[in-house]
């Protein structure tokens, strides 16, 4: 019985699941944990995997991770980034999700045009990745989950392969179910980085809806038009829970003075209401968006845009709103590939394969050799190969799991047969995830509302209007 | 680092089970009604009902059943009270209470538990991990693994991890659940023609008095708000008058009346049982449950080993 049981005798030292692995090398780091690169010694396939740091000592299983994985287990959408496995660590108890490999993600998309091609994403792009996130969020927000921290590096997009260009809404770390669109979800900790941040929840709403994505829709597609952040507001770090002028001044500045007839909710708002910083007293310019974004002022481009950037969450556009948008209905159209045009003559961006840190092992420890990124201009295929090709290493192969091996093993695998076994499928450590019954029900159910939800491939608009 | 610390310490084995030393009823009973008053305070909108409906249907696909014996029925109902007892220790939400008994339910369903027979210190294990977790998913303050500690034993906070674990991956990660409570509101509005906050605080209660013997994936979530609105106004409802009112009720439509109304006769049992104590003074200790669960109590760390791995072994088939 191949369980996941570590140590034993001879050969690997590393549980079973750790061995259907070949690690390339680490991608990924944050406040969560690290994510490894790695592929699958069977199919070859290329699999990100996310450690979760250790919780507190004494926390027990971390309330992070919980959600997160209950979250991901309940979503079954092609926009929406999908948990192949959980595996745990028996030894030290750690997490790792298993994910499908996205290549790409907006952040570096809108950095290589920014940086290094100077040159703005060409429109059929732009819009295929905004109907494709709209259409992840669609599905999340009609199951009840607010994303919570939308932001270009949480958007990712697939690499070669049969899903390439195709959009992937990742990290539910700070997803929530919302039982009611009104429960509280104050948490202690941020929400949402700041410059995606609703006006309302800088505000200090304490209630608030699925409208805040929405808002966060609307500052990455004006990035990804602009390639700048709309509004780079500087972090207040005091607390918490800090009061954001700074951030707030970038929004008004840009959108104007917010007026109770504007937005009839803000005189409730706690800051707007205590007025501490005198921000009632400040009036900004109608700037107006245009100056801001470069396109034309009567453009169904600029209208969907300041339908999400509206200052009333109750007026701002929803995700099946935005999805019938004439924007969306009109050349070019938007398509499943976002990242190569269909129509002839449109070039191709090539963009660059996503760093990968081969010193590094699944505990995240540097070998002594300093790190030598792999990352090329040019690897728009066979960008994994790119990975591998990793100059004359030894390292990524093999992993080194010496971190795992810190507790010794006597004691340890009476205990631990439980919940190893007890986890999903009985002859593995792993849990296999069956795609949840619940969640194709619900498509079904989807499907009867609205023919272009919940199905494995988001409806894409019809020609119809052409000529 | 200490080595013992892999095996739950056993250390302490005093079974003191006075349920008098919790008889702080009263002023907690006001508190209760506040904290109902927050759960309740959810959307009721046809849409949201449906969606929830449709959750619940994947999720179990229970009936009533009535296999599971007396030992982990006694085990079960320690399990519960101890979960209750730590809720209002804590302060805890009513929610909170419920989710961590619907995990324990689902873990019992998914694991044979004759082998947890007679190791309280295993039922305790596994409440305390249930109830950390329910805490995790619902409460905004989270207590320490360390401040859950019993009465009776003394668990290490890696044993309490450990459990956790093994209840996550025994319900497969599916922590959201769905409660009856989400409901209440909604089928009180429809079921009643005067629904006030009187009636739903009463529904909630007949839930909480029953919730020791009512296994909660007999029944769905929705199952049990429809009979608790409907026990909370009328004592004296018959399977037929239960399928009458049901049927004017679209969202209703969905529901199997035969459990609305086992569910139902269950709930109107119980306070009657309840009502027949307090009546009588002060409520005896049920003797049963706890003379089952000590006399075993005195389990040698072999023994954790043998439940666990049987448990694992032995899956229920769906």
Sequence with gaps: MGDGRSGGGGGVNRPAWLQQYDLVGKIGEGTYGLVFLARTSLRKCCIAIKKFKQSKEGDGVSPTAIREIMLLRETCHENVVKLVNVHINHVDMSLYLAFDYAEYDLYEIIRHHREKLSHSINQYTVKSLLWQLLNGLNYLHSNWIIHRDLKPSNILVMGDGEEHGVVKIADFGLARIYQAPLKPLYENGVVVTIWYRAPELLLGAKHYTSAVDMWAVGCIFAELLTLKPLFQGVEAKATPNSFQLDQLDKIFKVLGHPTPERWPTLVNLPYWQNDQQHIQGHKYDNHGLHNFVTVPQKSPAYDLLSKMLEYDSRKRITATQALEHEYFRMDPLPGRNALVPSQPGEKIVNYPARPVDTTADFEGTVAVQPSQPVSSGNAASGNIAAASVAPSRSMPRSMHVVGMQRMPNTGMSTFNVAPQAGIGAPSSGNIPIPRGAAVQAHQQQLRRKDPSMGMQNPGYPQQKRRF | ?318
């Design chain 2, 1 to 318: 680092m200490a080595d013992s610390g892999y095996m739950v310490s056993l250390s302490t084995l005093i079974c003191k089970e006075h349920e008098t030393c919790f008889d702080v009823q009263e002023t907690e009973e006001e508190e209760e009604e506040e904290n109902a008053k927050v759960m309740l305070c959810e959307e009721d909108s046809d849409e949201y009902v449906e969606m929830l409906l449709n959750r619940e249907s994947c999720f179990c696909s229970a009936t009533p059943d009535a296999a599971a014996g007396n030992s982990v029925n006694s085990a079960r109902s320690d399990a519960v009270r101890w979960i209750l007892r730590t809720k209002a220790f804590f302060g805890f939400s009513m929610k909170t209470a419920y989710v961590a008994v619907i995990y324990l339910d689902h873990f019992f369903m998914h694991r044979t538990t004759d082998s947890i027979k007679g190791k309280s210190w295993a039922i305790r294990l596994l409440s305390v991990a249930c109830l950390s977790l329910a805490v995790k998913m619902e409460e905004r303050k989270v207590p320490a693994l360390s401040e859950f500690q019993t009465e009776d034993y003394r668990f290490d906070t890696e044993a309490i991890q450990r459990m956790e674990l093994l209840v996550l991956g025994t319900l497969e990660w599916r922590m959201s659940m769905v409660t009856p409570f989400s409901y209440l509101s909604h089928f009180a509005s429809k079921l009643q023609q005067h629904a006030s906050e009187g009636v739903l605080w009463k529904a909630i209660k007949l839930v909480f008095a029953s919730i020791e013997v009512m296994n909660l994936v007999d029944y769905r979530a929705s199952v049990i708000a429809a009979a608790a609105v409907l026990a909370a106004s009328d004592e004296g409802l018959t399977q037929k008058s239960v399928k009458s009112k049901m049927s004017t009720v679209s969202s209703c439509r969905s529901l199997d009346t035969d459990h609305v109304f086992s569910c139902y006769s269950l709930l109107i049992h119980e306070t009657q049982k309840e009502k027949l104590k307090t009546s009588k003074g002060l409520a005896p200790p049920d003797h049963s449950v706890a003379d089952g669960l000590s006399v075993d109590s005195s389990v040698d760390t072999d023994g954790t080993i043998s439940f666990v791995v049987a448990s694992s072994k032995r899956r229920r088939l769906q």
